[in-house]
């Protein structure tokens, strides 16, 4: 695999945060914290795909690439397409590791583990999961499950997404976590794809690329990134980074 390109989607027009990329954690926008994860990953380039130009400047300020989108995207993953032509339109990176924005959290060991199941020809996407530790979470619709079966060592092939507990029966259940590593080529299929039904249905757009049959497999890891969406998030990350800093 050659050279990934981390890119992180942050915009700041979310309904139960707003201005979240700049929120305050720690003494560093959000944003700040996530970028810094991803160079302390290692595995390639990082660049903020944004349409504010507060964030780019945040960004710019620390030492960071960020470049602007439009305003106007549906979805992470069509600002997630425009920067990367805006980034890279020789086609230098053939894998393209989708960051979220809203991860401060998140261990940089495990963004590199994301891209290692692309090293089987055969899986179009990869991406991550943690088994479900706390009860409330199994049937949490904001929690979204990941329906796969084993095919390595801490390895699923995803079946199914899905906001329901599932499946039933005794077992684990899998909380799906927002990181996708992509092929260059797979993403430009999926995002030549229209909406599917199951997509439109459980407001996932990873199923879009199930139903097309395009493959999936997500790496089982043990630390869980707390995904900052609500004032209370913001407050256990506030947390969490402060006592980082103690350490």
């Not at 504010?52 to 400047?57: F, G, T």
């Not at 993403?187 to 395009?214: H, N, V």
């Amino acid at each position: 695999m050659s050279d990934p390109l981390v890119l992180i989607p942050a915009r700041l027009a979310a309904t139960r945060l707003p201005n979240k990329p700049l929120a305050d954690i720690a003494g560093e926008p959000m944003i700040v914290h996530v970028w810094r994860r991803a160079v302390e990953a290692g595995i390639g380039p990082v660049v903020v795909a944004t349409d504010s130009d507060a964030v780019a400047e945040a960004i710019e300020a620390v030492g960071g690439v960020a470049v602007m989108t439009r305003a106007d995207h549906p979805s992470g993953s069509d600002r997630l397409a425009e920067a990367l032509e805006i980034v890279d339109p020789e086609g230098r990176h053939s894998v393209v590791v989708n960051l979220q924005g809203d991860l401060p959290t998140i261990d940089p060991r495990i963004i590199g583990a994301a891209i290692t199941p692309l090293a089987d020809r055969a899986v179009d996407i990869a991406t991550l999961c943690a088994e479900i530790t706390r009860a409330e979470e199994r049937t949490d619709p904001n929690v979204v499950k990941i329906v796969g079966h084993p095919v390595g060592p801490n390895r699923l092939r995803a079946l199914y997404f899905t906001r329901a507990q599932a499946p039933w029966g005794e077992g684990p259940l899998f909380h799906h976590i927002g990181l996708y590593a992509y092929r260059r080529t797979a993403l430009a299929r999926f995002m030549a794809l229209p909406p599917g039904t199951l997509e439109t249905r459980e407001k996932l757009e990873q199923l879009r690329a199930l139903e097309a049959g395009m493959r999936i497999d997500a790496v089982v890891v043990e630390d869980l990134p707390l995904g900052v969406d609500t004032p209370a998030d913001l407050e256990r990350a506030r947390a969490v980074m402060s006592a980082r800093r103690l350490n």
